[in-house]
């Protein structure tokens, strides 16, 4: 188990949606992480950080050809930034909404006002 899952969003309302903070519970309550921290940066500076990549991922990609599968796509994003991870093709999604419609608030208080926090399991489950 993880320790803590940092997640950095822009402070978009969907990234604050019951269907993300439920999709984040849901990896504590299975045990993947003990705790989830979000931070939503200022608006103004939500892309400072990615902004870099992208900009070598894009110059990497105007020497390549064209990209004509999901390989070869994966292939290119792995090459053009030393370090990176790229994770296997998602097949899949599952309908969280569906899933926890019926277990999460469909209000969090005060929620649009926070900019960072930490979702964890109360002592009590």
């Not at 940066?41 to 990209?67: A, L, N, P």
């Amino acid at each position: 188990m993880l320790p803590l899952l940092h997640v950095q969003l822009d402070n978009a309302s969907d990234n604050k949606s019951r269907w993300m903070l439920g999709f984040y519970g849901g990896l504590i309550k299975l045990g993947y992480v003990k705790e989830v921290g979000l931070s939503m940066m200022m608006v103004g500076h939500t892309h400072e950080d990615i902004d870099s990549i992208f900009r070598r991922v894009s110059e990497y990609w105007k020497r390549q050809k064209k990209v004509h599968t999901p390989s070869v796509f994966l292939t290119y994003l792995s090459n053009s930034v030393q370090g990176a991870v790229v994770h296997p093709l998602v097949e899949y999604v599952h309908d969280y909404s569906a899933f926890f419609a019926d277990t999460i608030y469909d209000r969090v208080e005060g929620i649009n006002d926070a900019r960072e926090f930490i979702i964890k399991e109360r002592e009590d489950g």
